[in-house]
C-alpha cells in the first residue's frame, strides 16, 4: 500500500509540474455503452493529447525530472510508436537530443509523428520488446540516459496525472476500465485513483492475442508468451524483466479481461460511426472490455480511457472490414 500511495503523491506532483505543458483532455458521456450496458459510460479522451496519447505526460514528466547533466547528455528512447512520438515532442519542446528506437513493425501513422518532430529515429527489432533491449545497449553504448516507456517511476507518475484530472472531471467513478502493455498507464492512474477512493473497481483489459501482462499477473512473475498479431499495436510485445508496473498492476487491477480481435474492430468501428474520429486498437480495448462485462456494469459509473488515437490508415481499413463495415 506504501507503494502505491507513493506512486499516487508522485503523480499528483507531475500534474503540477506539467501543467500549461499538456492538454487537460475532456471527458464525455458515450451513448453506446451506456444504452448497451444501462450505465452511466464516460471516456477519458487522451486521443486529444499532443501526438494524440497519454504517452505525453509521463515522456515530459521524465525529461524536466532529468538531472541538467544527465539532459544534456542526451537520451535514448524505445518505443512502439506513441511513447516514440510523445518523446520526440518533448525532447523538442525541452531542447534535449536524443534517438529513438522503433520496432520494425511500427504502425506508420505513429513513425509519421515521430519523424515531424524531427527526431532521430532508428528501425530495430520485431516487437517492442527487442526495440526496448537495443535501446539500453545504445544508451549504455553512449552513456546517455534511457527512457523507458513504463519501467521508470516517473513515467508512471506522470501517467498519473491522468487520474488527478479525473478526480476533479469526473467524480464518484464505481469502474475504470484501462488499456494495459507495460502497465505505466494503469499503474499511474489507477494508484491515484484507488488511494483517493479503495472502492473503485479497475478493469485492466488486454487483446487475447497478447496478454503478456495478465500471464505475467497470475504467474506473479514476468513471463513470456505466444502472440499473434493485433490491431492494439500499442498493447503488443513482451515485458522486460523487473518491470515496476508488475507489481503495482497486481495491486491495482481487481480484474483482467481479455477481448478478441473482432471486438477490438467492432469498437473502433463503432467510435468512428458515433464519434466521427478514429481511435487505435489499443484504445478500443476498454470498450471491448466493458461490453464483456454487460451483467457486472448495470446502473454502474465507469469510465472508460481511450489512450491514443494515432492509428494508420490501412489499420483503420482491417478493423472496420473486420466489424463488416464499408468504408
Known amino acids: 500500500m506504501k507503494r502505491i500511495e507513493a506512486t499516487a503523491e508522485a503523480a499528483r506532483r507531475a500534474h503540477e509540474r506539467l501543467e500549461g505543458y499538456v492538454v487537460r483532455t475532456p471527458v464525455k458521456a458515450y451513448a ?18 499532443h501526438t494524440g496519447s497519454f504517452k505525453m505526460r509521463g515522456a515530459l514528466n521524465r525529461l524536466m525530472t532529468l538531472e541538467p547533466a544527465v539532459r544534456e547528455r542526451g537520451v535514448v528512447v524505445a518505443s512502439s510508436g506513441n511513447h516514440g512520438a510523445a518523446c520526440a515532442r518533448a525532447m523538442q519542446d525541452l531542447g534535449v537530443e536524443g534517438t529513438i528506437v522503433v520496432p520494425e513493425n511500427v ?15 532508428r528501425l530495430k527489432g520485431a516487437d517492442g520488446f527487442e526495440s526496448e533491449r537495443y535501446a539500453r545497449e545504445l544508451a549504455v ?22 487520474g488527478v484530472e479525473l478526480l476533479e472531471q469526473l467524480p464518484g467513478i464505481d469502474v475504470a476500465i484501462i488499456a494495459v502493455g507495460g502497465g505505466g498507464l494503469l499503474a499511474g492512474t489507477a494508484s491515484v485513483l484507488k488511494t483517493a477512493n479503495p472502492a473503485i473497481r479497475i478493469i485492466a483489459a488486454q487483446p487475447e492475442a497478447s496478454p503478456v501482462m495478465a500471464r505475467s499477473v497470475e504467474a506473479g512473475a514476468i513471463v513470456t508468451v505466444a502472440e499473434t498479431p493485433t490491431l492494439s499495436d500499442g498493447t503488443a510485445g513482451g515485458i522486460e524483466a523487473g518491470a515496476i508496473t508488475l507489481d503495482l498492476v497486481t495491486a491495482l487491477a481487481d480484474r483482467f479481461v481479455l477481448v478478441s480481435e473482432y471486438a477490438i474492430a467492432a469498437a473502433m468501428a463503432q467510435f468512428a460511426e458515433t ?3 478514429f481511435i ?5 480495448v476498454p470498450l471491448a472490455a466493458a461490453l464483456e462485462l454487460a451483467d457486472e456494469l448495470e446502473g454502474q459509473r465507469v ?17 472496420l472490414a473486420m466489424a463488416g463495415v464499408t468504408p
Open 303 to 319: 469510465m472508460a480511457l481511450i489512450c491514443g488515437g494515432n492509428v494508420a490508415a490501412d489499420t483503420m481499413e482491417t478493423a
Open 280 to 284: 487505435e486498437g489499443a484504445a478500443a
Open 275 to 277: 464519434e466521427a474520429s
Open 32 to 49: 453506446p455503452l451506456s444504452d448497451a450496458l444501462d450505465a452511466e459510460v464516460m471516456l477519458k479522451l487522451e486521443n486529444l493529447q
Open 107 to 121: 504502425s506508420p501513422a505513429k513513425l509519421d509523428v515521430i519523424r515531424a518532430a524531427g527526431a532521430d529515429v
Open 141 to 162: 553504448s553512449r552513456e546517455q540516459f534511457y527512457l523507458s516507456p513504463y519501467n521508470d517511476p516517473e513515467v508512471v507518475a506522470g501517467q498519473g496525472s491522468i
